[in-house]
């Protein structure tokens, strides 16, 4: 059963087109959800992490927020520079440790 | 360093070789995860270190997988016998906090990537 799901899996966008990313999840005992962009060949970049439902988080054109089941990137009139895949992990107990699990990405593409 | 760092940055290995793969997290960094990302995919967790003690090897594929991190530093997966299913980008991530907890996330290197032929 997956925990993070990811949608949509791929993205194409015009600059200055708005959209948002979603990232829902059913683990229990959530401590935190993170965003993460990461570009080809590279590894992941943090962006944001919340905490509680309710939570807003603000970074350049980016704006994540938080809800009990699904987290949103909100990307606001875009860039060709944004382009990237877009992580999100959720960070919950698992065994004894409190382990990231990473969903599958968004791959977003902002054309000029 | 500044950041974390993995070598080497691409490993060909012949199908039943033995490889080890490397990473240097940011100094003072208490918490060292290992990932496997396929292509395309997420991030998969292998295992994470908290100093130099091995608290979770849940994510570890097979008895194939091992890593350490003897001094609390320097960590080392190794992966014996390759198979071609093991080809995938290999990412350590460090992290200051214990349990990797706190506002900053993660910091990870920029991979190893592995391709079993």
């Known amino acids: 059963e997956d925990q993070v799901t990811q949608s949509p899996e791929a993205l194409r966008l015009q600059e200055g087109e708005s959209s948002s990313l979603n990232c829902s999840y059913t683990v229990s005992g959530l401590r935190g959800l993170f965003w993460y962009r990461q570009d080809p060949g590279k590894g992941p970049e943090f962006l944001f992490t919340l905490y509680s439902a309710g939570e807003e988080k603000e970074k350049e054109r980016l704006k994540a927020t938080l809800t009990k089941k699904e987290s949103f990137l909100h990307i606001t009139a875009p860039k060709p520079e944004d382009s990237a895949t877009y992580l999100c992990a959720v960070y919950h107990a698992s065994g004894g440790s409190y382990i990231p699990t990473f969903g599958r990405g968004t791959s977003l593409i902002v054309h000029p | 360093g500044a950041g974390v760092s993995q070598s080497p940055r691409y490993k060909v290995a012949k199908r039943g070789q033995d490889v080890a793969l490397r990473c240097d997290p940011i100094?003072?960094?208490?918490?060292l995860f290992w990932y496997q990302q396929a292509l395309g995919q997420g991030p998969e967790f292998l295992t994470y270190f908290q100093n130099e003690a091995q608290l979770d090897k849940s994510g570890l594929p097979s008895d194939r997988f091992f890593a350490e991190r003897p001094e609390g530093s320097v960590s080392t997966l190794k992966i014996q016998r390759t198979q071609q299913e093991d080809s995938a980008v290999y990412l350590c991530?460090?992290?200051?906090?214990?349990?990797?907890?706190?506002?900053?996330?993660?910091?990870f290197g920029s991979g190893t990537r592995l391709t079993v032929v």
């Open positions: 100094s003072g960094h208490v918490s």
């Open positions: 991530a460090s992290s200051q906090r214990h349990s990797g907890t706190g506002s900053q996330g993660y910091t």
